[in-house]
């Protein structure tokens, strides 16, 4: 058993006499020593090779004795075949940035969450590492709305994932406004799925515009409440009844989807139903005018039959 040992061991190093390394290969080596300055790595050759910890990584955040892993298989650059001392100088980071743009590729068509550090605030957006690459997070890509002020973002830790990667010109843009849009809709359809048609609501009105209102109706939703579901009353402007920020009770008419129809005036039991008698029809438009001439003509006749409500 020694002896075929100590045959296979022949081999390994007949095998490695003859391997000829060369600046700008790429190898997969093995970790087998840390220290402060640099890492030792076996790479199946007569010599061991060396990485200074300035080729370890670009990433502000690496710590080569949290991040450099004794046994560890890792790729990395030949910078100098045989250095002064004998040993074979590489890089980490050089490897890095030749292999890593098309793992970030298939990164991005997988849609990976990354948790990215941001490490510096610059104009118009952040800036963080993914897989040693420094990344590009638009301020308007931050989060679900636009962020002024980025500065207060450098330190923080958020989950973003890629939306453009450009080998060539070395460009990686994040986004993290995707990842919480996503669970911002996925919270609301959660939301809106412990709701049924006849439940009762409550919240402040937060829009009005001319055919309705928009009342918060509390974990993130929101319902329309449209005019003439209002009041039992003709009205021509929501402003008649209600104002902005005013706190009402509604009934839910219907759901479809993500939009909820709200009626005001199914809770108004005690309201009389005068809407019909309100709305006016134009004298033009009428179908049994005053005068003996009676407009017979096809709106006036489609007129007789419309019942308003």
Not at 23 to 42: A, F, R, W
Not at 238 to 249: A, F, I, N
Request: aromatic share 6%.
């Amino acid at each position: 058993m020694s002896e075929e040992k100590s045959m296979k061991d022949y081999e390994n190093e007949l095998e490695r006499s003859f391997q000829v390394l060369r600046e700008g290969d790429i190898l997969d080596v093995t970790v087998i020593g840390v220290s402060d300055t640099e890492v030792t790595v076996d790479l199946n050759y007569y010599t061991e090779g060396i990485i200074p910890i300035e080729e370890c990584s670009d990433d502000p955040s690496f710590s080569i004795k949290k991040d450099m892993i004794i046994g560890d298989v890792i790729q990395a650059m030949v910078l100098d075949p045989e250095n002064a001392g004998g040993n074979v100088i590489l890089s980490r980071k050089e490897a890095n940035r030749v292999l890593v743009w098309d793992e970030l590729k298939e990164d991005m068509a997988d849609g990976t969450v990354f948790d990215v550090k941001i490490t510096e605030a610059v104009p118009a957006g952040v800036v963080g590492y993914v897989r040693g690459i420094r990344a590009f997070i638009p301020a308007s890509q931050l989060a679900l709305t636009y962020v002024e002020d980025t500065e207060n973002y450098v330190g923080m830790t958020v989950q973003a994932v890629i939306i453009t990667v450009e080998k060539d010109i070395q460009k990686l843009v994040l986004s993290a406004k995707m990842i919480q849009k996503e669970r911002a809709l996925a919270e609301k359809t959660q939301h809106i799925g412990r709701l049924t048609t006849g439940d009762l609501v409550e919240g402040p009105v937060t829009r009005m515009e001319s055919y309705g209102v928009f009342i918060d109706i509390g974990e993130g939703l929101t319902g329309l409440c449209h005019i003439s579901q209002i009041t039992n009353k003709f009205i021509k402007s929501p402003k008649e009844e209600l104002k902005m920020g005013q706190v009402v009770k509604a009934k839910i008419l219907k759901i479809e989807g993500d939009r909820i129809s709200l009626s005001i005036k199914a809770l108004r039991e005690d309201e009389p139903d005068t809407g019909e008698e309100s709305y006016e029809i134009p004298a033009e438009y009428s179908a049994d005018s005053a005068d003996n001439d009676q407009d017979t003509s096809p709106f006036a006749k489609l007129l007789q039959g419309i019942k308003l409500d």
